[in-house]
């Protein structure tokens, strides 16, 4: 019951009553849930090819959404720009003809200008905006764009270094790996895919790279060739025939051996390549990164919680600990972003960062962590209720940090 | 869920009668047929069949008792038609409930096999028309025998109840080649497990199962009556493998019914195979007998069902941005619309260019993926539910989607559109296939004689 209500519900804003929640819950679910006293002022905009109508030309300071319909014949964006008619204050691109979509901002008072784009070409249609002073308390964003370039930066140099440390490690594990030494192999393997795993979201945006480094064998077409982590895993931890499916499992050849460490060692060599060109580091923004961090944790949440990941060597808590790594810094690089435009999602953040971080210290075991199997039920499902915790707040990252 | 008080029923002397008469397109009943139609009672009573005069008196009393107006004389016009070229349930306009049940045949008698089929169709008949499970009504029979039918949709009417049967693989010849029935020349070439797809974690006791029988109806009480009912009857002949009640039906077959959302929140099934599209019907869904492979020659006039059961991963769905789920899906959420433009009906554009020339609607996207012109032109007559099962051992919502497609080619229509969405579909991220099956469902029966049976034809053959 509580379920079919919140999910009719549309929540604006943390001051709804009971009362309130059982009058929208019966009408129509695209009208907001209530006008509390902190609900965003909504304008309505009109694109077409010729004109660029606006509901009203001013608002008070505070929450503001746009909602921008396309009423045209060709894409198009829209844009609140600041009094310099330069600065994009907010945007909102690729909206399709006869679409409808929101921009959702905090704004101060002052001078501005709109403009919508119909065909994204030439200046736009500008008008002039005007937020008046609500006595609303809108933070400052003056170094904003400056503290992003920062974490910009700090995060690609992350990133290279994370596939420098890679690349080192896997030249180690392969060796080791075809030289027959299974038993360094075995103790290089999860501390080099820890460096994997901190910038797994990376990898992943380069879509050839991931399914040639990373595919569990579920996750295979029937006859596609299986390459990369997974399968050097099964061969060093060979499954019994009740765990290989009813099969003998059969172990790679000296020549497969070679061959396949060989293309895992090209392909780790191109992901270096690629993290260290100019183009990576211009693909990297806000919003890169805080999706980034959420994604990992994603991952955290649908295959390490789960032991899925490392079925054979069961290391999943060492790519559970370096997710949360790479997470946390790229959460680090923009906390004075969201300090600035939501503190209390920072400290939200810090908190469960800490509480997942304690929950893992109890499981270490040397220099690495215990198996996953030998964790109980219990433990699992408390594991994973820490990670609910810091997924939710985390996903409101991107939004808050981008512009 | 629905927008129904759920008090309506619990009270069904004061409720009015259902007025408005819901009988579709398919072929109309028989006189036989329509008798049955009024009230939950015994099938044989309806039927006329002629009893045994040790019998008369109770097949009297059945039918004085369902006249007397005071339970459920409520006429049975939210109905289908059991009779026809194709068995209901397909086409027929969706269903809001579903009961849908795997089960495993034990007996290795042919006749036994057939006995069962025989029973089951002549209770589905009765129980599609609002009549009873059994030759009894539900309240009916001898005082000191367990009532044939258990009673539970005594005062309900068919609710537009439609029961589906299907045969496996396994029916025919068991995983290590046992032929039971002498049936496994009969196996058409496209009834064979469905490949492994990628990223598939199917779970054995969610998959299989020699027949399926599917049930929907307007009433979840009534579907899962109608399982209940037909499992009991089988019981000593088959077991159950598994069942999974579904809600929220997720796809449409006939053109005036609003989308229905999915538990992702967008609306599913936009782009479906229509009731009223005989052609489209033709080409996608109905086995012509001549065209599909060896051996279907008995399956004329059926078609494939393909269950499969995706569990959605909601908790990490729910905490993506807006932007991420319209993308990956390729529409708006709010109005189904493709982000190429326009309205919900309003074919995608895969070449308009937002942005940096990249297409507004991702080339991985849902839309995008399961078109028919990236799929060679494959269709398909999907019928799928929501289902939620509770929640998981770690407190996760065990909930998704029961999808279910018919297919006049598996391995034409489906097989390579499952492979190219599970590999790169940019929704694959939030889901999981955990339950599979497949299953040739014979042709409907076109004009009722007694002892007429589902599948009959491949029994004959």
């Known amino acids: 019951m509580a379920i079919s209500l919140l999910s009719r519900a549309l929540f604006t804003s943390a001051t709804l009553t009971v009362g309130a929640l059982a009058l929208t819950a019966c009408t129509d679910n695209s009208a907001p849930a209530a006008e509390g006293k902190n609900s965003p002022t909504a304008i309505t905009v009109s694109s077409t090819a010729d004109a660029c109508n606006l509901s009203t030309t001013s608002a008070p300071s505070g929450n503001l959404t746009f909602s921008v319909k396309n009423d045209g014949s060709d894409v198009t964006e829209f844009y609140l720009l600041a009094e310099d008619g330069l600065r994009i204050v907010s945007e909102i691109e690729n909206i399709g003809p006869g679409i409808s979509r929101d921009l959702v901002l905090t704004a101060k008072p002052g001078n501005y200008f709109t403009s919508c784009k119909p065909g994204m070409v030439g200046d736009g249609l500008r008008a002039k905006f005007t937020v008046t002073d609500s006595g609303a308390n809108v933070e400052p964003t003056g170094e904003k764009a400056d503290q992003i370039a920062s974490a910009v930066t700090n995060y690609v140099a992350y990133v290279k270094d994370q596939s420098e440390s890679l690349l080192t490690k896997t030249e180690q594990f392969t060796t080791a790996y075809v030289a027959g030494d299974d038993d360094q192999a075995r103790s290089l393997y999860a501390s080099t895919r820890v460096h994997w795993e901190r910038i797994e979201p990376v990898a992943e945006s380069f879509g050839d790279l991931d399914p040639e480094m990373d595919l569990r064998e579920a996750d295979l077409e029937e006859g596609q060739t299986w390459t990369g982590w997974h399968l050097l895993e099964k061969d060093l931890w060979a499954p019994t025939k009740e765990a290989n499916g009813g099969a003998e499992y059969t172990p790679l050849t000296q020549d497969e051996r070679k061959q396949y460490a060989d293309k895992l060692l090209s392909d780790t060599q191109k992901l270096y390549d690629r993290t260290h060109s100019t183009d990576f580091a211009e693909s990297v923004d806000a919003s890169f990164i805080g999706n980034g961090a959420k994604g990992l944790l994603d991952e955290v949440a649908t295959g390490k919680v789960t032991g899925e990941e490392e079925i054979w060597s069961h290391t999943d808590l060492w790519d559970f600990q370096a997710n949360v790594d790479g997470a946390r810094v790229a959460y680090e690089g923009l906390r004075d972003v969201v300090l600035a435009s939501d503190s209390a999602l920072a400290a939200e953040l810090d908190k469960q960062f800490d509480a997942i971080t304690t929950q893992l210290d109890q499981y270490r075991d040397g220099e690495g962590f215990v198996e996953y199997q030998t964790l109980t039920e219990a433990q699992v499902k408390e594991l994973a209720a820490g990670v609910d915790a810091l997924s939710e707040p985390l996903s409101k990252l991107t939004a808050a940090v981008v512009l | ?461």
Not at chain 2, 46 to 58: D, H, I, P, S
Not at chain 2, 61 to 76: E, K, M
Not at chain 2, 195 to 206: M, Q, V
Not at chain 2, 283 to 299: F, I, K, P, R
């Open chain 2, 1 to 461: 869920m629905s927008g129904s008080s759920p008090t309506d029923r619990l009270i069904p002397d004061d409720t009015p009668a259902p007025s408005a008469a819901h009988a579709d397109a398919e072929p109309g009943s028989d006189g036989a047929a329509h008798q049955v139609r009024v009230g939950r009672r015994g099938f044989l009573t309806g039927a006329g069949v002629a009893l045994g005069a040790a019998l008369a008196g109770a097949a009297g009393y059945g039918v004085a008792r369902a006249t007397d107006g005071s339970h459920s004389s409520t006429p049975a016009s939210r109905s289908h038609a059991f009779e026809g070229p194709h068995q209901a349930g397909i086409s027929t306009s969706v269903q809001e409930h579903l009961h849908f049940v795997a089960l495993d045949v034990t007996t290795t008698d042919r006749d036994e096999l057939i006995s069962l089929l025989t029973q089951w169709t002549a209770a589905a008949r009765s129980m599609m028309a609002g009549g009873s499970a059994g030759q009894y009504g539900p309240m009916d029979g001898p005082y000191d025998a367990p009532p044939q039918d258990t009673g539970e949709a005594y005062d309900l009417d068919a609710a537009n109840l439609t029961i589906t049967f299907g045969f496996g693989p396994t029916l025919f010849e068991t995983a290590d080649g046992t032929d039971r029935f002498g049936l496994s020349a009969q196996r058409p070439e496209a009834l064979k497990d469905l490949p492994h797809f990628p990223g598939d974690t199917l779970l054995p006791e969610r998959t299989g199962g020699d027949i399926a029988i599917q049930a929907c109806a307007d009433d979840p009480q009534v579907a899962v009556h109608a399982i209940r009912n037909l499992v009991r009857i089988a019981f000593g002949k088959a077991t159950v493998r598994w069942s999974q009640l579904g809600y929220g039906k997720t796809s449409m077959t006939t053109r005036d019914a609003k989308t229905p959302r999915n538990l992702f929140g967008f609306k599913d099934g936009t782009a479906n195979i229509l009731a009223d599209d005989a052609a489209a019907l033709n080409e996608h869904v109905w086995v012509s007998g001549t065209d599909t492979g060896a051996n279907d020659g008995w399956l004329a006039g059926g078609s494939y069902l393909i269950a499969r059961r995706i569990r959605m991963t909601i908790e990490t769905w729910d905490r993506s941005a807006m932007r991420e789920q319209e993308n990956v899906i390729g529409r708006t959420k709010q109005t189904g619309a493709p982000l190429s433009g326009g309205d919900e009906f309003t074919e995608p554009d895969f070449t308009l260019a937002g942005r940096e020339g990249k297409p507004l609607i991702d080339v991985y996207s849902h839309v995008a993926m399961a078109h028919p012109s990236n799929n060679a032109g494959a269709r398909l007559l999907r019928r799928g539910y929501n289902y939620t099962d509770g929640s998981d051992d770690l407190g996760r919502l065990d909930a998704g989607l029961f999808f279910i497609a018919y297919v006049r080619d598996p391995w034409r229509q489906y097989v390579p559109m499952q492979n190219a969405m599970a590999k790169n579909d940019l929704l694959s991220e939030y889901i999981r296939h955990t339950g599979s099956g497949i299953w040739a469902v014979p042709a409907g029966i076109t004009s009722w004689t007694d002892g007429a049976f589902i599948g009959q034809e491949l029994f004959r053959a």
